[in-house]
């Protein structure tokens, strides 16, 4: 009896980002709150873009649009920033 050989599974590597000290605070401070900003790679598209999925206190929404590998962390950025924005009121 042989055996079918498996594929490998597809990978899509991310986009490496470098992320400031003002820009870590903020994601700090959103984690710390239970709203996370997280990227995923859309495997229908062949083009290596990438879905962006917010999680506030568990609570799952995900952005309709696609970006690039190049555009994708500066909208996660942004995100980011806007929740801690509208939420951080000191």
């Known amino acids: 009896m ?4 498996w594929n490998k599974s597809p990978s899509k590597t991310p986009p490496e980002k470098t992320w ?3 820009e870590m605070k903020i994601i700090g401070w959103c984690l710390i ?3 996370g900003v ?3 790679p859309n495997w229908k598209d062949d083009l290596n873009r990438w879905q962006i999925e917010i999680n506030i206190n568990g609570k ?3 952005d309709p649009s696609m970006y690039d ?3 994708v962390y500066n909208k996660v ?3 980011y920033k ?3 924005d509208k939420y951080n009121k000191q």
């Open 69 to 71: 590998y190049d555009a």
């Open 77 to 79: 950025n942004e995100y």
């Open 38 to 40: 997280g990227i995923s």
């Open 20 to 22: 400031t000290t003002k």
């Open 60 to 62: 799952i929404h995900t």
């Open 2 to 5: 042989a055996f079918k050989r």
């Open 33 to 35: 709150k239970n709203i």
């Open 82 to 84: 806007y929740y801690y």
